[in-house]
């Protein structure tokens, strides 16, 4: 698992480093209205790549603490869950 979490890391890392917050904005207003919605998805992934790299870190450290596989309140998340989300952070 710990090496399935370091490459999704390196691959979220490296989505995060191809988007950029803002387009620029050009003279026609369609144009505008284009950009603003490339610039609200661009940071609506931005937040949910951000947010997947904290969870990937709070496993590798679990992983490093030997509490892997169990949420915040100790209850064991099911392995079938962890193989589909390597980072997932709560038992359902």
Do not use: C, F
């Not at 937040?47 to 997947?52: A, C, F």
């Not at 709070?58 to 992983?63: G, N, P, Q, S």
């Amino acid at each position: 698992m710990k090496q399935k979490l370091l490459a999704q890391k390196q691959k979220l890392q490296d989505d995060l480093a191809g988007l950029s917050k803002h387009t620029e904005m050009g003279d026609d207003e369609d144009e505008n209205a284009e950009e603003l919605n490339v610039d609200e998805v661009s940071n609506d992934l931005i937040v949910r790549i951000k947010s997947d790299l904290a969870k990937i870190d709070k496993a590798l450290a679990k992983i490093d603490d030997g509490t892997y596989g169990t949420d915040d309140d100790g209850k064991p998340i099911a392995e079938e869950r962890l193989r589909a989300l390597p980072w997932a952070d709560r038992s359902i």
